[in-house]
């Protein structure tokens, strides 16, 4: 039984570029959210994904957007990079809206804006 | 900015002795869940508890969500080398699989 997978598992992109980002949630889990940890840090919450709809977003600006789609895996796109967005993102799946069913995290993609 | 404040940041450890770490908030939270971290890796659920009050167990792992569901203790019995690496908690407003608030972390290390 296949955990969260991610990829790329590294890269690296210059300031102002775009980059997307891949999550397959664990089987049977129809739910995806994004975490951004920059380093020595915990995770910050950036959006959650269920039914393909963003359901609820953190304190993250309109650069970052993502999709969910039919399959529920999901990708987060970031516009305009920043220094500041160098960081691990975290994807983490969850069987929505039920008790219990905490979320699972990915091993993340570690981002570095030069 | 994160709204759970984690003590201590880093400690040392011993093989055999007991650790102790807390995460409190200044906002309610109806659960508290503790992940661990190691390098490289994503963080993995240790405990979840969902009532204030509330004390649960995973092997020597123990934890207690407090009586004015704003804080938080996890402590750790007889520690063996694994138990290197940083813990989190985790609050969340709800019951339900939505967004999770971290603290900063606790870094857990062994005496040289």
């Known amino acids: 039984d296949a955990g969260v997978t991610q990829s790329p598992t590294h890269l690296i992109k210059t300031r102002g570029q775009q980059v997307t980002l891949r999550c397959s949630p664990k089987?049977?889990?129809?739910?995806v959210s994004w975490y951004q940890q920059a380093l020595g840090q915990g995770p910050q919450f950036i959006f959650q994904?269920?039914?393909?709809?963003?359901?609820q977003r953190g304190n993250f600006p309109d650069r970052f957007s993502g999709h969910q789609f039919p399959n529920y895996s999901s990708e987060l796109n970031v516009n305009a990079l920043l220094l500041g967005d160098s960081a691990l993102y975290l994807c983490?799946?969850?069987?929505?809206?039920?008790?219990?069913?905490?979320?699972?995290f990915g091993p993340g993609t570690r981002l570095t804006v030069t | 900015g994160q709204q759970l404040n984690q003590s201590p940041q880093s400690m040392f450890i011993q093989e055999g002795e007991d650790v102790s770490m807390n995460c409190t908030s200044s906002?309610?939270?109806?659960?508290w869940l503790w992940y661990k971290q190691d390098p490289g890796e994503g963080p993995v659920l240790l405990i979840a508890?969902?009532?204030?009050?509330e004390l649960t167990s995973n092997g020597r792992l123990t934890a207690q969500f407090g009586i004015t569901r704003k804080d938080s203790f996890l402590n750790i019995s007889a520690s063996i080398p694994s138990d290197v690496g940083i813990y989190f908690c985790?609050?969340?407003?709800?019951?339900?699989?939505?967004?999770?608030?971290f603290g900063g972390g606790t870094r857990l290390m062994v005496k040289p």
């Open positions: 985790a609050g969340r407003f709800d019951n339900a699989g939505n967004m999770l608030t």
């Open positions: 508890l969902y009532k204030a009050g």
């Open positions: 089987s049977g889990h129809d739910t």
């Open positions: 983490a799946s969850n069987r929505g809206l039920v008790l219990g069913y905490e979320q699972y």
């Open positions: 994904y269920y039914e393909e709809e963003e359901r």
């Open positions: 906002s309610i939270f109806n659960t």
